[in-house]
């Protein structure tokens, strides 16, 4: 059973704290099964379970509460007989139309603690961050982390963990599966050969619930087109123009406003996430040719069929970009005088720079180390490959993948 403890660390810290937490990922992340966790642990604290409400908007006992007083009258049902703190949870609250006045003034007017999660990170765009700036924190909440999926393996196996050596063995066989069919938590529990179409289901419903009827979409085909066009070019730079160039090569024609708009939304479900340039040298945001990396790598080959070794260094790169993003940094891709870092880092005072690749070898050293030798500042410099031997040079650290994933 694992733990998630990078989030139960920040729900514990946040306990009781004047704020509303707010849980956004992508769909079957893990989201519910958090909620529970964290509510098994208030409970073995010794907080009385008449205490803890919660909510599952996905459930069958609530899927019918659609709107805000129909929420309020529940919650008002629920809360009547009892006494003193109370913690709220609500669980795909996005389901209901204007929730965000209710949690306002629960928030206002109970005793309690508020823990809300949603499958759109546009729920924070309307009256909770209008009214209570400064009063919520938002916990982004990602499928497996790599240390998250060898622990689920070991949980079925009988290994001495104190042999660094096999386990080492293990991890090393178990990345191509991490990289290649992902790390949904549901999905580890099925069958190799089952968990395309698992991802493929999730797929599915990411585009129908959170994009086509959210948003309204009718032309369903440039919707397909352009999220084909994302999975095919994780980690590579381009523009609004560039996908409508492209899409009108494909006798598609659609304008740069509508793939925008689009962008925004996809971006909005969680599925992707979108990582602007940055001018390290006039320390700006670019307003042109961002990146887009996929929520989990599972889907480039569930939904687009790619081979394995199709455009493997980009796939790489998505999956270090995850890693720093669910270690909690602030991650642009840097550019300087023509050149191309791929990941700028900051987490409070510290900042980094990493470079990625799929291998290190003397055609390419150039490229990899060239970059961050043009930086003149002393913040530390990384290469990332999959290379098992250390290629570190002109003090830049080289670090494999798997060590990256393991403990950088």
């Known amino acids: 059973m694992v733990q998630r403890e990078l989030y139960m660390e920040k729900l514990r810290r946040l306990k009781d704290k004047d704020v509303i937490k707010v849980i956004t990922g992508v769909r079957r992340c893990g989201k519910s099964y958090l909620l529970q966790l964290f509510i098994d642990e208030l409970i073995d604290s010794g907080i009385s379970e008449e205490n803890i409400i919660l909510i599952n908007f996905d459930s069958i006992k609530y899927k019918n509460i659609r709107r805000q007083d129909e929420l309020d009258e529940l919650v008002l049902d629920l809360i009547n007989n009892i006494q003193g703190h109370m913690y709220l949870f609500f669980d795909e609250i996005q389901n209901v139309k204007f929730w965000e006045k209710s949690i306002v003034s629960y928030y206002t007017d109970l005793d309690c603690d508020i823990y809300i999660t949603g ?23 990602y499928p497996f982390s790599f240390n998250e999926f060898c622990d689920y393996k070991l949980e079925s196996l009988d290994l001495d963990e104190s042999d660094e050596n096999l386990l080492r063995y293990y991890k090393r066989q178990w990345l191509d599966e991490f990289i290649w069919q992902g790390s949904f938590p549901f999905s580890l529990s099925i069958s190799s050969e089952d968990r395309f179409d698992y991802l493929q289901d999730i797929f599915n419903s990411i585009l129908y619930n959170d994009l086509i009827e959210r948003y309204s979409i009718r032309d369903i085909n440039i919707l397909n087109k352009l999220i084909s066009f994302l999975l095919d070019n994780v980690g590579n730079v381009f523009s609004s123009n560039s996908i409508s160039n492209f899409l009108k ?18 971006e909005n479900t969680c599925l992707f996430n979108r990582v602007p340039r940055e001018d390290i040298k006039g320390k700006e945001l670019l307003k042109t040719n961002e990146k887009y990396y996929v929520v989990d790598t599972g889907f480039i080959q569930a939904i687009r069929g790619k081979n394995r070794y199709d455009n493997r260094g980009r796939v790489i790169e998505n999956i270090v970009f995850l890693e720093l ?14 050149f191309e870092i791929d990941f700028l880092c900051r987490k409070n005072n510290e900042i980094f720079y990493v470079q990625v690749a799929e291998r290190i070898h003397e055609g390419n050293i150039d490229r990899e180390f060239g ?17 098992e031997d250390d290629k570190s040079m002109h003090g830049i650290r080289h670090i494999s993948l798997l060590d990256f994933l393991i403990d950088f």
Do not use: F, W
Not at 119 to 141: A, D, V, W
Not at 249 to 266: C, D, F, G, P, R
Not at 330 to 336: D, F, H, N, Y
Not at 373 to 381: A, G, I, T
């Open 249 to 266: 090569s494909e006798n598609v024609s659609v304008s740069a406003v509508t793939i925008q708009n689009y962008l925004k939304y996809i």
């Open 371 to 387: 970059s961050l030798l043009k930086l003149k500042d002393n913040y530390p410099k990384y290469v990332v490959s999959a290379d």
């Open 119 to 141: 499958s759109n990170s546009n729920l924070l765009s309307g009256e909770l961050s209008t009214h209570l700036t400064g009063r919520y924190m938002e916990i982004r909440m």
């Open 325 to 338: 993003i669910k270690r909690g940094y602030s991650v642009t891709i840097g550019k300087l005088n023509g």
